[in-house]
């Protein structure tokens, strides 16, 4: 019985060791109230500072120079632009353990941004290997109105996924909700 248990012990070890790097993405869409100028949400969007200040993890910021490499990302390759991409060293805390005040980790990672026609483009390495980017638009819906929509990715080492992709879903609701919120306050109606 023994050996079993040491067999096992030795794959869970070996298999967390592996630096399998996989991606997930995701779309959401949010409806627009009618009350809310989808350009209010744009002109958010574009305020970089305003828009990173929206999400809750963020507990400082700082503007820093732009490496030209950045410019070569495929991420930020988009024939609709030519703004530029700017950068900011961000401080954020996650909750690794929910509940205790010693389960949280204070990180600091570079986020890049670049605004386009009808929104923000947005990429992160983190630590742990983790790459976050994604893409807020304001876009037409079916029936007339307008939606917000979010399309993300996520790449990090596969043991890590679960709980980055909820973390990040759940930092993007809190955004789209306070977003839509602030953009209410300030655009007035259509």
């Known amino acids: 019985m023994a050996p079993y248990k040491l067999l096992t012990g030795l794959l869970v070890v070996s298999l967390l060791s592996v630096n399998w790097r996989i991606s997930n993405t995701r779309r959401v869409s949010t409806k627009i109230p009618g009350s809310t100028d989808p350009n209010a949400i744009i002109q958010a969007l574009h305020d970089h500072k305003t828009f990173i200040a929206l999400n809750p993890v ?23 632009t030519q703004d530029s991409i700017e950068t900011y060293m961000i401080n954020s805390i996650i909750t690794i353990i929910p509940g205790l005040d010693w389960g949280k980790q204070n990180i600091r990672f570079p986020t890049w941004l670049r605004s386009f026609e009808t929104g923000v483009k947005t990429k992160a390495d983190a630590p742990f290997g983790v790459t976050v980017g994604s893409q807020l638009s304001v876009q037409p819906d079916n029936t007339g109105g307008w939606m917000l929509v979010v399309d993300r990715y996520v790449r990090c080492v596969w043991w890590v996924m679960p709980f980055v992709a909820w973390t990040y879903d759940d930092v993007y609701a809190n955004i789209a909700r306070d977003l839509l919120k602030l953009a209410g306050m300030q655009g007035g109606g259509n």
């Open 58 to 80: 963020i507990v400082d910021l700082a503007q820093v120079p732009t490496d030209p490499v950045i410019y070569e990302d495929e991420w930020f390759q988009t024939p609709e």
